[in-house]
């Protein structure tokens, strides 16, 4: 069964860094595309990132130029490093492997950007 692990959220100042993982497993990773996206409080889920099988990217407007998706395949896991942060990027971050068939979202780390 797929399993996706979300880590590395948590508090920091306006203007720092944190970089989070998606471990997945139960799952042919490199094949698929992978995806980060965050809800904040009485919002909908909106997407981040994306980063496709071969490595292709793409953006949300509001991260471009802060944010970095990136995979390892041999390690199944995908990142988002997030650099300059601001209180609006505060929200619960989610990861998402998409298949054909569905959908598969890890549990979600939080990120709280404040001073």
């Known amino acids: 069964q797929v399993q996706l692990v979300e880590s590395g959220g948590g508090l920091v100042q306006p203007g720092g860094s944190l970089r989070l993982s998606c471990a997945a497993s139960?799952?042919?990773?490199?094949?698929?595309?992978m995806g980060w996206y965050r809800q904040a409080p009485g919002k909908q889920r909106d997407l981040v990132a994306l980063?496709?099988?071969?490595?292709?990217?793409n953006y949300a407007d509001s991260v471009k130029g802060r944010f970095t998706i990136s995979r390892d395949n041999a390690k199944s896991t995908v990142y988002l490093q997030m650099v300059n942060l601001r209180p609006e990027d505060t929200a619960v971050y989610y990861c998402?492997?998409?298949?054909?068939?569905?959908?598969?979202w890890g549990q979600g780390t939080q990120v709280t950007v404040s001073s």
């Open positions: 980063i496709t099988n071969i490595g292709n990217t």
């Open positions: 139960g799952t042919i990773f490199h094949i698929y595309n």
């Open positions: 998402q492997l998409n298949t054909p068939i569905r959908n598969y």
